[in-house]
């Protein structure tokens, strides 16, 4: 078992930059790949980004790539979703997930744990 706690959501103009924050706290962070999902109001739960068990290996989705870095630190069981340039597109609520039966993965049923969310409000 695993608790995610996601952090740092807000508003920001159009431009501008955020950095959310994934806190885990259970069993040992370094057995999951790690995932950033999220969903705008009436869309689908969209792939983000995520990063492999040993940090070596990340995947963006194509709306993000050059603009988002996903990363993590396995001394503080954090994840961090570094956002620059951001556009009202990316007006969302940002979840953080966790899988822990494959070493990487873009879609959301690989994931097991999830945490509850954070906003992120772009201004035009």
């Known amino acids: 078992q695993v608790q995610l706690v996601e952090s740092g959501g807000g508003l920001v103009q159009a431009g501008g930059s955020l950095r959310l924050s994934c806190a885990a706290s259970g069993r040992t962070f370094s057995s999951y790949a790690m995932g950033w999902f999220r969903q705008a109001p009436g869309k689908e739960r969209e792939f983000v980004a995520a990063i492999g068990r040993s940090g070596g290996t990340r995947y963006y989705a194509d709306s993000v790539k050059g603009r988002f870095t996903i990363s993590s630190d396995n001394a503080k069981n954090t994840v961090y979703l570094q956002m620059n340039s951001l556009k009202p597109d990316d007006t969302a609520v940002y979840y953080c997930?966790?899988?822990?039966?494959?070493?990487?993965?873009?879609?959301?049923?690989?994931?097991?744990?999830w945490g509850q969310g954070t906003q992120v409000t772009v201004s035009s």
């Open positions: 997930a966790a899988a822990s039966r494959v070493g990487i993965s873009r879609f959301s049923t690989n994931y097991d744990y």
